[in-house]
């Protein structure tokens, strides 16, 4: 499974991104999917995750209301919809995928895609 990941960028705190993965390689329509980032000097983190069907969605508290994850039509895509940033939402972000459960996706998914840069400035 090849994970492809685009959409980063510099905004204004307050602004909106939107991250996109396309995964190819592989039907990935029934795995879960996540997001990662990691921020400089920080460890890595989960962001959001997304069931296969896309009915069930899990995100950190620090995004809860203001990110929002799904599924495109065809379920090999996953979007990041990213409102209101703030400068601590800077980081690498990472999209990542699991054919277990959506609870595994979000600590240790078995395949990752490259990292695409969000800077949020103050």
């Known amino acids: 499974v090849q994970l492809q990941a685009s959409g980063g960028g510099l905004v204004q705190a307050g602004g909106s991104l939107r991250l996109s993965c396309a995964a190819s390689g592989r039907t990935v329509g029934n795995y879960a999917m996540a997001w990662f980032r990691r921020a400089p000097g920080k460890e890595r983190e989960f962001v959001a995750a997304i069931s296969w069907g896309g009915a069930t969605t899990y995100y950190a508290d620090s995004v809860k209301g203001r990110f929002t994850m799904s599924r495109g039509n065809t379920k090999n895509t996953v979007y990041l919809q990213m409102n209101s940033l703030e400068p601590e939402d800077t980081a690498v972000y990472y999209c990542?995928?699991?054919?277990?459960?959506?609870?595994?996706?979000?600590?240790?998914?078995?395949?990752w895609g490259q990292g695409t840069q969000v800077t949020v400035s103050s």
């Open positions: 990542a995928a699991d054919s277990s459960s959506i609870t595994s996706t979000t600590r240790s998914p078995r395949y």
